[in-house]
């Protein structure tokens, strides 16, 4: 008799890495909550452990619904100080920690709340593992009266950029701004890219994040959680 073992769905890995950063959550206090599908799956797990955690500061307010629903406490991010642990996923992470976020459009508020935070946890699927970044199409928030011009600067490093839709209307992120995905990058320099396409007018945040990486990776593979550390 065979024993095969069914790979697990994607949907499955993100149920496992978001039950696994369970362990980096600090008992008595307030957890950096990120957005998405996975992170959507540490909420639940959060929720089994809610009375073991003061609250949480959210990225973003689909976030917050979710944390809110499940009777954990949110926290604006003024309120309090230092975070120990800030826990998101990602839509690219190369082998350094550098990450690019922002397919949910939450970017700001994530790269606020990271900057809040010592340690910055990613849970991520296996197929999220890249060797450099810039195949997913990188999501920058713009302010709408300079989306044109930033879009020129993008064609002018070689890149395609695309203004992000919703329900026939360019989408409106939490912070009232509107979504630029530029395809067609080289992200050879993380660091060096996140400050130049930063300080462009108009730029609101940039989705690479390589001044707030991760310093650990939980990466769901079929072969369990795999723990990178960077
Ligand atoms: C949202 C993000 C998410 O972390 C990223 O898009 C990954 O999402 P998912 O866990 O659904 O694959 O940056 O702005």
Known sequence: MTNLIPALTQDELKTLVGHAALRYVVPG?????????????????????????????????????RLLA?????????????????????DEIDHRGH??????????????????????????????????????????????????????????????????????QPLVTDNGQHILDVTGLQITDPLAFESQVNQWPGVVCVGVFAHQKASVCLLGTAQGVKTLEF
């Open 29 to 65: 206090e307030i957890v950096g909550v990120g957005t998405g599908s996975t992170v959507n799956k540490f909420i639940d797990a959060l929720a089994t452990i809610k009375d073991q955690v003061k609250g949480a500061v959210s990225s973003s307010e689909a976030s917050t619904a």
């Open 70 to 90: 499940l009777g954990i406490a949110v926290f604006d991010a003024n309120d309090v100080g230092e975070l120990a642990v800030y826990i998101d996923g990602a």
């Open 99 to 168: 990450m690019v976020k922002g397919g949910g459009a939450a970017l700001t508020r994530e790269k606020i709340v990271a900057a809040q935070s010592r340690q910055f946890v990613c849970i991520a699927d296996e197929s999220k593992l890249v060797q450099a970044l810039g195949q997913f199409p990188l999501p920058v928030e713009v302010i709408p009266m300079a989306t044109n011009r930033v879009a020129r600067q993008f064609t002018a490093m070689g890149g395609t950029a695309t203004l992000r839709m919703k329900d026939g």
